[in-house]
């Protein structure tokens, strides 16, 4: 396939990176290159400098619609992406942001459109709090997407049985399941010079690297299930720390609700660390490899690519049995799940959330207690990623989707 030319359409790419999808497209783009054309299409302007990258294009805003809501600015990117793919053999289209423009490209050009489920808004219900009637908008442009797209990716077997849950017209034949991959070179436990770099680094941010420690990475929304995590903190044993690495805050609602919580939480207890700004991911794993359980408490989760790096630096991981979360996790083996049962209303909320915070806090309890056992369970957590999660057999899966819609009748 080295003759084929696949555009790659994303809201994020580095240095303007904020969740798991932006990492995704990083990473696969690298590891497509050496085998195919591949050009990145993608939000927040022109790259210069250090950041600029051959065949990597970034589009501002029109100066039009500056003032418009944010989803109608989103589409005006879209538009221009959609008139620049012209050329490519395939197009490749991540999140809603740029599912339209993979959906307009693929009509305007006559080229397969394939799509790589992160997220569906449908169960997503709490973006209207952040997109207002954009929120509509945004989701009648997913829907148009899928229905028409050629072939549609799902990370996680989870996300599969969501997507065709959302959107019934999808064909089943069309939905793939490629799981998320990680930089095994790039997330591992530092050593040496670097083990002690990264010491220092923990505790210029407050944390104590002799104290146990639970430890949470992700954005402030409602779906990464924060507010639970931080009822469950209160009851954990004295002696351990909570670190934080949360920040971009879908709203100021949720970013004042969450600031209060954990203010009150430090007026009850110890070794409560909040890291608000992105760190590097070198400091990431330092941080990483200071603690001793990593906790995903989401309710909407369709991978959970933090998990594939935590475990990579040898960290158990307490996650809930949501989404693709049991798709990582092995339970008992590399952490464990934490059972959830959730309103089947698209909020993911639980139905007994004292019940849920209970078993998320026995289940921490359980890990952090034990540091031969969390010990053990973290060096299978990255034997785990490897023989699991290594990009390259991720781009090969990749690869024989495109082959799949390019190749259909």
């Not at 509509?136 to 996680?156: K, M, P, T």
């Not at 070794?271 to 408490?297: Q, Y």
């Not at 790096?309 to 798709?327: N, R």
Request: proline content about 7%.
């Amino acid at each position: 396939m080295s003759t084929v030319r696949v555009d790659l359409l994303t809201r994020e790419y580095p240095p303007f990176v904020y969740g798991g999808a932006g990492v995704h497209v990083a990473e696969l783009s690298a590891v497509l290159r050496p085998r195919i054309d591949v050009r990145v299409r993608c939000f927040d302007g022109p790259r210069s400098g250090a950041d600029a990258v051959e065949g990597v294009t970034g589009y501002a805003p029109p100066a039009e619609l500056s003032g418009a809501n944010a989803v109608l600015s989103t589409f005006g990117v879209d538009l221009a992406m959609a008139d620049d793919v012209a050329g490519a053999d395939l197009v490749h289209s991540h999140t809603w942001y740029a599912n339209l423009a993979g959906h307009l490209a693929g009509l305007l050009h006559g080229i397969p459109h394939v799509i790589s489920a992160h997220s569906l808004e449908p169960l997503r219900p709490w973006k209207a709090e952040q997109l207002g009637g954009g929120y509509a908008l945004s989701s009648w442009a997913e829907r148009v997407a899928y229905e028409g797209a050629a072939g549609v990716i799902a990370v996680s077997a989870g996300m599969r049985r969501d997507i065709l849950r959302s959107y019934p017209n999808v064909d089943p034949a069309k939905v793939h399941v490629v799981h998320n991959g990680i930089d095994l070179a790039g997330w591992r436990r530092p050593e040496g010079a670097e083990a002690e770099r990264g010491d220092a680094v923990v505790r210029a941010l407050g944390i104590d690297p002799e104290r146990p420690a639970v430890v949470f990475v992700g954005r402030i929304t409602r779906q990464k299930g924060l507010p639970y995590l931080l009822q469950a903190a209160e009851r954990l044993p004295a002696e351990v720390q909570l670190i934080l690495c949360a920040g971009a805050p879908d709203t100021p609602e949720i970013a004042a609700e969450v600031a209060g919580a954990v203010a009150e939480l430090s007026r009850k207890r110890t070794g409560v660390v909040w890291i608000e700004e992105m760190l590097s991911r070198p400091d990431l794993v330092a941080v990483l490899a200071a603690s001793t359980v990593f906790v995903c408490p989401s309710i909407y989760e369709p991978l959970g690519i933090v998990n594939l790096e935590a475990m990579a630096v040898g960290l158990p991981v307490v996650g809930s049995a949501t989404g693709g979360i049991p798709e990582v996790v092995d339970h008992g083996v590399t952490g464990l799940l934490v059972p959830i049962d959730q309103v089947q209303d698209g909020t993911g909320t639980p139905t007994d959330p004292e019940k849920f915070v209970t078993d998320l806090v026995a289940a921490l309890v359980a890990v952090v207690s034990d540091p031969a056992r969390a010990a053990q369970m973290g060096a299978a957590a990255r034997k785990r990623v490897e023989d699991h999660f290594a990009w390259a057999a991720i781009a090969d899966r990749t690869l024989e989707v495109y082959q799949t819609v390019l190749t259909a009748p």
